[in-house]
């Protein structure tokens, strides 16, 4: 079996951090009830309620479009439309499982950095009760976005007001939630629930965990029916102890913001490394642990021999390089060393 070794193409490729691993050990120690009846998960919900909020409901599911596509189905029905960035997840990365599972339509604006504006929901969400269109219910943004933008906290505001006068509700895909609260120096709920978000797909896979997210409503109100929904959507597994097991361990003495922090900080580094870099570009500030850039295409296949990543952009070159947990500095300056020594040995 060939291992490679650590790169940059996503921080669903890194490993499970070891207190992570730790706890899911502990998890494994003993016999409990199944199905979500057990000790394990019952922390797990106490843990995200005090980050979160007393009154909100949580369910543990698989993986991230699982999240997305249950919460969304449990308030739509299939003449409903949500609205989202042209770079959403939801849209341009999870096989129309949306359009499949839900039977709703997407709405999709292009922006160039990840980032829904109020100005783009009032072209999208003109009042229509035509039956012969679709009628928009939910906006959905991510946080960090796919571009590696974070939203503030007031832009947040913004759209969930704009969006509740509407009548709509407001699903937030935090796949990279913990990054974008260190960005932001928040807790999760400031730029969640407080925020006007009423739906939250909170990520653990891109922040060390093995496997888990979880799909958070705001109140109780969906409880008598997301436990169907999750059920019909195949995401009910017996040994729920397990992904959370891994959440708890997550949110214990601020772990999440501890590795996010460290991701953070080396896409930091490696940005302003390749920024220094003639024949370099970034195409997004470094807001997350995401560094886009367009970097020449010769340069490419070099650093492909020591180093994973992603070209993003085939025709314009551009490479998104994702910093996970155990990104090194070292990692880091290899990479840009690579990239400078190649461009300055290439022919002017």
């Not at 000790?39 to 797990?44: C, M, Y």
């Not at 709509?168 to 730029?191: I, K, P, Q, T």
């Amino acid at each position: 079996m060939t291992i490679s070794s650590r790169g940059f193409a996503s921080d669903n490729c890194s490993g499970v951090h070891p207190k992570i691993m730790k706890e899911l050990e502990a998890a494994n120690s003993a016999h409990v009830p199944s199905y979500g009846e057990d000790p394990f998960t019952a922390e797990a919900v106490a843990k995200i309620r005090e980050h979160f909020g007393d009154g909100c409901d949580v369910y543990f599911v698989w993986g991230g479009t699982a999240a997305n596509i249950l919460g969304l189905r449990t308030v739509t029905r299939s003449y409903n439309a949500v609205i989202c960035p042209e770079s959403a997840h939801i849209n341009s990365s999870e096989c129309c499982a949306p359009e499949t599972n839900i039977g709703c339509k997407l709405i999709s604006a292009p922006v160039a950095d990840g980032k829904m504006t109020v100005e783009l929901l009032g072209a999208l969400t003109d009042a229509d009760t035509d039956a012969h269109h679709a009628q928009p219910k939910v906006v959905s943004i991510s946080q960090a976005t796919e571009k590696g933008t974070v939203y503030s906290i007031d832009e947040i505001k913004a759209l969930s007001g704009f969006a509740h006068e509407k009548g709509l509700l407001l699903h937030m895909d935090g796949a990279r939630l913990s990054n974008a609260a260190v960005s932001l120096g928040c807790g999760f709920r400031e730029m969640t629930f407080d925020a006007g978000v009423d739906i939250l797909s909170f990520g653990g896979t891109k922040n060390g965990l093995m496997f888990g997210e979880a799909v958070i409503f705001r109140d109780r109100s969906h409880e008598h029916e997301f436990k169907y929904i999750r059920m019909q959507g195949l995401q009910l597994y017996s040994k729920m102890r397990f992904a959370a097991a891994q959440f708890s361990a997550m949110l214990d003495e601020g772990l999440a913001f501890d590795i996010a922090r460290h991701s953070n900080m080396m896409a930091s580094v490696l940005g302003r490394l390749l920024s220094e870099i003639p024949g370099i570009t970034l195409t997004q500030k470094v807001e997350s642990n995401a560094v886009f850039a367009i970097i020449p295409e010769h340069c490419l296949e070099r650093l492909r021999e020591r180093f994973d990543f992603f070209v993003f952009d085939e025709k314009r070159s551009e490479v998104r390089l994702m910093c996970s947990f155990d990104t090194t500095e070292e990692d880091v300056r290899d990479f840009a060393g690579i990239a400078r020594a190649v461009l300055e040995s290439s022919p002017q």
